[in-house]
């Protein structure tokens, strides 16, 4: 089985998941935060089209790099609820949204201190909607180039993420914008729901 490896997002593109659905995975927990990326942010389908929801972290006083498992989000701001609010006027209509909101809701209400402590509970309800392995290995240290693993990391940006031409499926605005590749995960589970898992083993991801 082929090792991949990836930067940990709470609602990761669907490259991320194409690959997490096609091989083992080990999430990069060593990086410095950098912004502009999915480490906070993730891309959904909204009625005006492509929305960005970020969750707000707290920006350190001192110079330096901070480690993004050491990055705090900034709860001053209410922005699970404005969040929560995106999601459902943008896939309420959808076939499958109220199929997995009563397990998601949770996440948009219980506070986090820590980005990455949110971003890997995401991910393990997302690996339980889509019966994926949970199981995945994290680094111990920051290496460049690493060994014996296919480095996908580059999905973290979030401009080089969106490009990827992936399989057409329904979503709910396309008749208006057109079909949006490579969202969000959650966008593909709310349209697709147990067929996404499918859809998933059947994309290529290349970088």
Request: hydrophobic share 40%; net charge negative; with cysteine.
């Amino acid at each position: 089985m082929q090792r991949f490896l990836l930067f940990p997002a709470h609602f990761p593109s669907i490259a991320h998941f194409a690959l997490m659905a096609q091989g083992q995975v080990v999430f990069e927990v060593e990086d410095n935060f950098q912004k502009q990326t999915y480490r906070n942010r993730y891309h959904i389908y909204s009625p005006n089209g492509l929305q960005v929801l970020t969750v707000p972290i707290q920006h350190t006083k001192t110079d330096g790099h901070q480690k993004t498992k050491d990055v705090c989000i900034d709860n001053s701001m209410n922005w699970q609820k404005q969040h929560w609010k995106s999601l459902e006027t943008a896939y309420r209509t959808s076939p499958f949204f109220e199929y997995y909101e009563d397990e998601l809701h949770p996440l948009f209400v219980k506070k986090f201190s820590f980005l990455m402590d949110f971003n890997f509970e995401a991910i393990n309800l997302l690996l339980e909607f889509l019966q994926i392995d949970p199981s995945f290995e994290k680094t111990n240290s920051y290496q460049l180039k690493p060994e014996n693993q296919k480095d996908f990391r580059q999905l973290i940006n979030a401009k080089k993420g969106i490009e990827l031409p992936f399989e057409k499926y329904t979503q709910v605005f396309a008749e208006k914008h057109g079909f949006l590749s490579n969202l969000s995960i959650l966008d593909l589970l709310f349209n697709e729901g147990t067929n996404a898992i499918a859809y998933l083993e059947r994309q290529t991801v290349n970088l």
